[in-house]
């Protein structure tokens, strides 16, 4: 059997004072588009933030190519080829788009390669070109998770965790993340996406599971839990 990329087993979490995340366990395999779904305050950014080691687990373990990692800082994690897109963007505000790219890629040495690299991101997302001096604080918010998704590529992850990365944005813009998505899935990158918009994450990803509370209580082919009445009643709004 195929080892997972990206192993979480009995994940506890206290988040000040509170237990987040209370035995929380999931498998995502390499080249897959996984998604967690759950209500606001169900645990999952908390989730995300303990395997990019920006919280301390409580108990239980976090294995990337089944070395663990739960004691691992999130520069080193980094060069291990996680990376990720925190809620709310995590944009550096003073300082330009082209700059902000740079930062994406501080682990790297390979000067031409980061230059082809962000002429890729620019590809994707044109805008960003155009603006590429203006800083990252003027921008709309769609356009810093337009930023802040080409500053995660920029490391070349291998597995990219995206907390929320529709909030907050307009329906256009949505589509235009959702549709980066998947093409960034396409070309082989494994990833893991937080996603209130149940709805859409579950169209596009291959397998989910549903958090409530700090525990998961459903996991399956996202195709089956779109269509679960349970699912549905509790986000789908039906």
Do not use: C
């Not at 907050?168 to 918009?197: C, H, R, W, Y």
């Amino acid at each position: 059997m195929t080892q997972p990329m990206l192993r979480v087993s009995d994940l506890q979490v206290s988040y000040g004072g509170i237990q987040a995340v209370k035995g929380v366990s999931f498998e995502v395999f390499a080249g897959e588009l996984v998604s967690l779904i759950g209500s606001n305050g169900a645990g999952k950014t908390t989730t995300m933030k303990a395997i990019t080691g920006l919280l301390s687990a409580r108990a239980g373990s976090i294995a990337l190519n089944a070395m663990p990692i739960h004691h691992s800082k999130p520069w080193d994690l980094i060069k291990q080829g996680l990376a990720m897109v925190p809620e709310g963007r995590g944009v550096f505000t003073r300082m330009t788009i082209i700059e902000n790219l740079q930062m994406g890629a501080y682990s790297r040495n390979d000067g031409t390669a980061i230059d082809e690299d962000i002429e890729r991101i620019f590809t994707t997302f044109p805008r960003l070109k155009e603006r590429s001096q203006q800083l990252a604080g003027t921008l709309s918010g769609g356009e810093q998770q337009m930023l802040a998704m080409g500053r995660a590529l920029m490391s070349r992850p291998s597995l990219l965790l995206l907390d929320e990365p529709s909030m907050g944005l307009s329906p256009l813009m949505v589509d235009k993340i959702f549709e980066v998505i998947q093409a960034v899935s396409a070309q082989g990158v494994t990833i893991v996406l937080v996603e209130q918009n149940a709805s859409r994450a579950l169209q596009i990803a291959q397998r989910a599971y549903v958090m409530e509370s700090g525990v998961i209580t459903l996991s399956g082919k996202a195709g089956d839990l779109l269509h679960d009445p349970k699912v549905r009643a509790a986000y789908l709004g039906e």
